[in-house]
T-cell receptor, first 112, second 115 residues
Framework: AQRVTQPEKLLSVFKGAPVELKCNYS??????LFWYVQYSRQRLQLLLR??SRESIKGFTADLNKGETSFHLKKPFAQEEDSAMYYC??????????????FGRGTQLTVWP | NAGVMQNPRHLVRRRGQEARLRCSPM?????VYWYRQLPEEGLKFMVY????????ESGMPKERFSAEFPKEGPSILRIQQVVRGDSAAYFC?????????????FGPGTRLLVL
């Protein structure tokens, strides 16, 4: 069964410190992985996706198929990074095509 | 492009009443998805629609819930005879086409409170 696990509900770091938000998944095929972010009082928006292999706002995420992980990393956290982060998975096949499976989210707080 | 619009943003209903949630996708998008978020949980898929078609409703409760996306007008998620357990945030997303690599664009959500 498809599942996305974000083990940390809350994560706090100081400004300038590295940050890593963990995401593990289970899926029988080849999924597409996404990170969505929700800033305070704003709507959920795409931060980055595996297929793009790009860095957005200094964040990167590497898909590790061996460990079935898609951790989100940033070397130097900023206060404006404080937000709720959701890892999501989309499957390639059959009846689940199109739907996203979300983790429970990690609330990141970056202290000054 | 105004983005995905949802209304109302907040909805209060008493047990047994009906709730109607509306979603207008982004211009040019013909694929709509509804998700529900219960407190302290992630978003859970409910239904996937294209214009005049329900593609996948496997995430919808079997009773009291229905969804439509007519040829004209917004997509509607309808909850009949609401119960307290229906209290949640309901999010709509849209995409321009089908595909597991497509980005979904989310609306601001409707917060439903059942008294």
């Amino acid at each position: 069964a498809q599942r996305v696990t974000q083990p940390e509900k809350l994560l706090s770091v100081f400004k300038g410190a590295p940050v890593e938000l963990k995401c593990n998944y289970s899926y029988s095929g080849s999924p597409e992985l996404f990170w969505y972010v929700q800033y305070s009082r704003q709507r959920l928006q795409l931060l980055l996706r595996h297929i793009s292999r790009e860095s957005i706002k200094g964040f990167t995420a590497d898909l590790n198929k061996g460990e079935t992980s898609f951790h989100l990393k940033k070397p130097f956290a900023q206060e404006e990074d404080s937000a709720m982060y959701y890892c999501a998975l989309s499957g390639a096949g059959g009846s689940t095509l199109g739907r996203l499976y979300f983790g429970r989210g990690t609330q990141l707080t970056v202290w000054p | 492009n105004a983005g995905v619009m949802q209304n109302p943003r907040h909805l209060v209903r008493r047990r047994g009443q009906e709730a109607r949630l509306r979603c207008s996708p982004m211009k040019g998008h013909s694929h709509v998805y509804w998700y529900r978020q219960l407190p302290e949980e992630g978003l859970k898929f409910m239904v996937y629609l294209q214009k005049e078609n329900i593609i996948d409703e496997s995430g919808m409760p079997k009773e009291r819930f229905s969804a439509e996306f007519p040829k004209e007008g917004p997509s509607i998620l309808r909850i009949q005879q609401v119960v307290r357990g229906d209290s949640a945030a309901y999010f709509c997303a849209s995409s321009p086409s089908q595909g597991f690599q497509e980005t979904q664009y989310f609306g601001p959500g409707t917060r439903l409170l059942v008294l």
